[in-house]
């Protein structure tokens, strides 16, 4: 797998170059439509073109540096494909576009008491924050988190806030190159996040670089600065609809190659697709067992094409409900946040000599030894 992924690296530019090629990816060789499980250097195209209408270098070869590739025509049923600004990056920047970790397993989770029934459909897009794009970045789940966040407390209370994906991201143990744990965040938000505008998301974190826990942040900022009251993990599939009536809730999934190329419509995994990561998105509403309402960070240069109930909403997705993964997150938005207490500074080396000089002297002297220690700075 090692030299397959070395060759994707080398060769992935000249490949996406040629015509009719929407990406290129890292999976196994089809054969008589069979999966041979040999590693393979997946090329989507949008239409398969006989080798004869082609010109010699436009010619996909059978196998780069040893590896066999595997031509697969990207014309998908029930959405559209095509070039986005994630379809063109390099194989490393589509992965750190994948920093979703999570520790909560679906049987651990005790099903909520719960009134109601779902209503069939729901949908919380005109509440939601404009979309943003995270850059090269591994940290989807804060934008999931803060999107989610945003919009239900526009939805409790009309107000458009814009939180800080840069202080619940670093300041929760987050790396742009790993990514982050969406338990980890979530706890962070319970202690309190950062407005936007008080530690805005930097050109250097978009490019990949990391920061300081709240490095550059505004003095005071808990003023404005919002906490959640609590969180909970939720894997009946019955009770995260019915959550879903009241409000957007916090998502992973497992990312297959082809969602990269995702213009519009609802989107379904394709054979032969494989995975690349796991992705943080905001599930926004649903229709039954048709789709769910997806909020991406990915920019509006993906989803160009995408339209929900009507309205024209680049950036977001309508996606298969069973490819999410089966634990989603409600979380409970509270109110302001009460200022940090800054830990002890502790106290200089000569203080703690003289300390440990004094008590042992006291030592000395109530064991009636005539002796006694200094101490010289």
Not at 169 to 176: D, K, L, R, V
């Amino acid at each position: 797998m090692s030299e397959q992924k070395e060759a994707l690296n080398k060769h992935w530019q000249e490949l996406v170059k040629l015509p009719n090629v929407l990406n290129t990816g890292a999976g196994t060789k089809l054969k008589q439509g069979k999966d041979t499980g040999i590693p393979a250097i997946v090329v989507y195209v949008s239409k398969k073109v006989s080798e004869i209408e082609l010109a010699a270098e436009q010619i996909i070869p059978k196998e780069i540096e040893g590896v066999p590739t595997d031509v697969i025509e990207l014309a998908p049923k029930t959405w559209t494909a095509g070039k986005t600004s994630v379809s063109q990056l390099s194989p490393e920047d589509q992965l750190r576009k994948l920093g979703a970790h999570t520790t909560t397993l679906p049987e651990e989770i005790k099903p909520l008491i719960m009134a109601g029934q779902p209503s069939g459909q729901s949908d919380w897009t005109a509440y939601a924050n404009f979309i943003q794009d995270q850059g090269h970045c591994g940290s989807c789940v804060a934008f999931d988190i803060t999107g989610v966040w945003e919009a239900k407390v526009n939805i409790s209370s009309g107000q458009l806030i814009k939180l800080s994906e840069s202080h619940l991201f670093f300041c929760s143990g987050g790396y742009c190159r790993y990514g982050s744990i969406v338990e980890n965040l979530l706890n962070r938000a319970l202690k309190g996040v950062c407005l936007e505008s008080c530690l805005p998301y930097s050109g250097n974190v978009y490019a990949g670089s990391d920061e300081r826990c709240a490095q550059g942040i505004c003095q005071d900022w808990w003023l404005g600065g919002k906490k959640l009251a609590s969180w909970q993990a939720v894997s009946d599939s019955n009770q995260i609809l019915t959550l879903l009536d009241s409000g957007p809730l916090v998502a992973t999934f497992q990312v297959p190659q082809s969602f990269l190329n995702y213009t519009g419509g609802i989107y379904t995994r394709l054979p032969n697709d494989p995975i690349v990561g796991r992705h943080g998105v905001g599930i926004f509403g649903y229709s039954a067992n048709c789709y769910k309402i997806l909020r991406n960070s990915w920019g509006t240069d993906w989803a160009q094409n995408c339209n929900i109930n009507g309205k024209a909403r680049p950036g977001w997705c309508m996606i298969d409900p069973a490819l999410l993964d089966g634990v989603m997150y409600d979380i409970k938005p509270n109110g302001p946040v009460e200022p940090e207490p800054e830990p002890p500074t502790p106290p200089p080396p000569c203080k703690w000599a003289s300390l440990f000089t004094n008590t042992v002297n006291q030592v000395l002297k109530i064991t009636g030894h005539s002796g006694q220690i200094t101490y010289k700075q």
